[in-house]
């Protein structure tokens, strides 16, 4: 991982919003579901950087980085009582994904020691025609978007607020969406932005004319060589995602038009969680060349085998990714061969299918660019695996933030019972050495 790129990168989020946001605050706060490094998140915390956290572990992780609780948005659906008396103490703003949590942190509220700053989480209709880039087939932007589950469903949104306006100890402060990562089509950022202000406008109408005072538009923004769902074929040749400022101009455009349109103020505060788009072009997964498997018949056919696994990469299935993949010291040499990039487990652990590499030879170190989010955080341990390592590279000075896990380390939660234990072989000695 690259800190300076990290810093980079949160730094233009915090100008390009801040430049088409000037009636307000504009509060950037990183999803740390993208990736779980403590060192990371500490870099963001030390350049001002709020957090969006989703359930115990990463709140435990914001606050354990120094993140101030004013800038902690507590996301996440089934939240317990007992969760929320402690984002209550901890100063979050918490986000009610659900009407049977407005009850939950009224009760937190009464538990706690200081007000519950909440905010509501909407479903905006997104009914315009526009394709969800998460599917291989045509799938709306609509259908896709009402499929996924987070949120308060728009016709109970009047009653919950109006129940937290009425509420003892709670300050309903303001309203929250998340789109994710459908569309890199700048148009249709600026009409979600219209369906996000008309649901803004009904609740004002229902709730007897309640205004939020911040505005959380949530994430889903490309990093500029935008691997997602690439390969299934279609985009294999697309060209780059908008940048942060393109996405930054064409979503306060429209919010700002839009408030204005049903009179109220744009002197809001502004919240925007990106997750992939702040670390995606920060991280750079290395890989040693291992074996170089050639077939003339009965297809011919290439395998370049690797020391890594699609387990450590998992958006090659999850998301269809397609990674830019080169040769780590010959990055610019011209493409000679095509060939699938494997690894080592025993699926089929395609990582990069049809790759155009040059010559490529045994100890050859290949660089998968782009791979700085979700991809530590969703890898996996399958054929019993341990993870890599993390290198945080800063000018020419490497460290080591999160350590390879050991053979030990993957079993390590495993229990055999006595009566088991007594009766089986002896136990193995350490792997590790």
Known sequence: MSEDQLRRNVRTFQAEFQRGWPDGPVVVMPSIKANYGLALRRILTEEGAGCDTFGPGELHAALST???????????????????????NAGARITLDSTREVELVIAA????????????????DFD???????YSGPVSLRTASQMYKPGIAT?????????????KGVELTGVMMHAGRHTTNLRVWSRMMQRYVE??????????G?????????????????????SDGRR???????????????????LRKELKRIGMSTALRLEVEPGRSIYGNAGIHLASVTNIKHQTAPVDYTWIETDTSDSFLPDVNLERNRWTVCI???????????ADVVGISCNFDVIVPAANLPEVRVGDILAFIDTGAYQDANATNFNALPRPATVLVTGDQSEIVKRAETIEDVFTRDVIPERLAATGPKVPVSFSK
Do not use: C, M
């Open 66 to 88: 120094g993140v101030p609780p004013d800038v902690i948005s507590f996301n996440g659906s089934s939240k317990t009582e007992e969760l929320l008396v402690r984002a209550v």
């Open 199 to 208: 649901v803004i406008g009904r609740l004002r109408e229902a709730s007897g």
């Open 109 to 124: 509220a009464e538990r706690a020691s200081r007000a519950a700053r909440v905010r509501l989480r909407v479903r905006p």
């Open 155 to 167: 016709e109970s949104l009047a009653g919950a607020a109006r129940r937290l306006l009425d509420a």
């Open 328 to 338: 780590a010291d010959r990055a610019a040499d011209p493409a000679t061969v095509v």
């Open 128 to 134: 315009f025609a526009a394709r969800s880039d998460f």
């Open 236 to 254: 294999l040749a697309a060209p780059n995602a908008p940048s942060i400022a393109q996405y930054a101009r064409a979503i306060t455009r429209a």
């Open 210 to 230: 309640w205004e939020p005072r911040e505005i959380d538009i949530g994430g889903g923004f490309a990093v500029p060589r935008d691997p997602f769902g690439r």
